[in-house]
């Protein structure tokens, strides 16, 4: 579950409230809104997940995000429709409008085909479709749930969108 903090700092973040956490009771029941969408509900707790569409050439891959600074980053700058690049024989690369953050996020290592990631150092985002062992400066946003086989493919304009949990 996520880290409870006070609501004066909630506030203070408001701006970035997918990234905050806030507490409130209700007859001794406590909801918790993190950037994961937690909720305690019935006992149980619920958790939503963040989702991009990739939409190229007609073809759409899926990535979920993990939840880390430079995933709230990207997610918050959606939609973009924004030139894809070949890079390595094994990614497809493209340059978001501003820099990911990347504290508290994973750095990639032994990459699998469907690794969403951020190579800070160039300030791309990475989407492999082979296997990368790993690299200074590369951090995970994710990973392909579907449409892995699209991306080896893609070129052009790509349209990048969040993908409604509702």
């Known amino acids: 579950m996520g880290k409870i903090i006070s609501r004066r700092v909630f506030l203070r973040n408001s701006a970035l409230a997918l990234g905050a956490v806030a507490t409130a009771y209700s007859k001794g029941v406590a909801y918790v809104f993190a950037a994961s969408k937690e909720r305690a509900m019935s006992g149980r707790v619920v958790t939503e997940v963040f989702k991009i569409s990739v939409e190229a050439?007609?073809?759409?891959?899926?990535?979920?995000?993990?939840?880390?600074?430079?995933?709230?980053?990207?997610?918050?700058?959606?939609?973009?429709?924004?030139?894809?690049?070949?890079?390595?024989?094994?990614?497809?690369?493209?340059?978001?409008?501003?820099?990911?953050?990347?504290?508290?996020?994973?750095?990639?290592?032994?990459?699998?085909?469907?690794?969403?990631?951020?190579?800070?150092?160039?300030?791309?985002?990475?989407?492999?479709?082979e296997k990368f062992g790993s690299a200074a400066g590369l951090y995970e946003l994710g990973h392909a749930v579907s449409g892995i086989e699209h991306i080896r493919g893609m070129s052009g304009t790509i349209e990048i969108e969040k993908v409604s949990t509702q």
């Open 57 to 129: 050439n007609g073809r759409i891959t899926v990535f979920e995000l993990n939840d880390s600074q430079a995933s709230r980053d990207l997610y918050d700058q959606l939609p973009l429709s924004i030139a894809v690049e070949d890079y390595a024989s094994n990614e497809k690369i493209f340059y978001p409008p501003k820099k990911l953050g990347t504290a508290d996020t994973p750095l990639a290592k032994n990459v699998q085909p469907g690794t969403l990631a951020y190579y800070a150092p160039w300030g791309d985002v990475v989407m492999f479709y």
